[in-house]
């Protein structure tokens, strides 16, 4: 017999496990709503990765000297606070 896989660790497992659409949608609502209170995005809150959504963030990002990809990646989101 095969000797049995070495179990992966909860943060290997979480940080590989993707979002469901909910939590997504959830994620750039909540993104929306921090980029508009800072008065970086003005378009609506409707948790959609928007053109205007990933201006903002693109902005955000350049304020916050982290990489400027338009995306919620994780150096983003944690200054962010989402």
């Known amino acids: 017999?095969?000797?049995?896989?070495?179990?992966k660790t909860?943060?290997?497992?979480?940080?590989?496990t993707p979002?469901?659409?909910?939590q997504t949608h959830a994620l750039w609502?909540?993104?929306?709503?921090?980029?508009k209170a800072d008065h970086l995005y003005?378009?609506?809150?409707?948790?959609?990765?928007t053109d205007q959504t990933m201006a903002a963030i693109r902005t955000f990002q350049?304020?916050?000297d982290l990489t400027q990809t338009?995306?919620?990646d994780q150096p983003t989101r944690q200054a962010l606070g989402v």
């Not at 979002?19 to 909910?22: D, E, K």
């Not at 609502?29 to 980029?35: D, G, V």
């Open 1 to 7: 017999a095969a000797p049995p896989k070495p179990a």
């Open 10 to 16: 909860t943060a290997a497992a979480t940080s590989h």
């Open 19 to 22: 979002m469901t659409p909910a």
């Open 29 to 35: 609502q909540a993104a929306q709503t921090k980029l």
């Open 42 to 49: 003005n378009g609506p809150i409707n948790g959609q990765p």
């Open 62 to 64: 350049s304020l916050h």
């Open 70 to 72: 338009g995306r919620l």
